[in-house]
């Protein structure tokens, strides 16, 4: 199992960003995946999950509104599109399979600082 996450960087509060999430070795098709994220001093903060045929989304009431989970079973990418973002956004954030899983990747870096 490959996790392999992209898309962080550092922006201004009510900016944007797409993340992604390369994933290979398991049949993505089948289940569900998640963001999870980690604040510096902090623990693990589930964000979002969305169920294998991407019909059902669920978020944290930190980031409904805000925050919008998608897949794309052939190309077995997670995504996850931030607007309006918000410096308690600031982050690591991983994906990981299933619903409440446990990352597994290196992570990509959310900066959100003017």
Do not use: H
């Amino acid at each position: 199992v490959q996790l392999v996450e992209s898309g962080g960087g550092m922006v201004q509060p009510g900016g944007s960003l797409r993340l992604s999430c390369a994933t290979s070795g398991f049949t993505f098709s089948s289940y569900d995946m998640s963001w999870v994220r980690q604040a510096p001093g902090k623990g693990p903060e589930w964000v979002s999950a969305i169920n294998p045929g991407g019909g059902s989304k669920y978020y944290a009431a930190s980031v409904k509104g805000r925050f919008t989970i998608s897949r794309d079973n052939a190309k077995n990418t997670l995504y996850l599109q931030m607007n309006s973002l918000k410096p308690e956004d600031t982050a690591l954030y991983y994906c990981a399979r299933e619903f409440y899983g446990n990352p597994s990747g290196q992570g990509t870096q959310v900066t959100v600082s003017s």
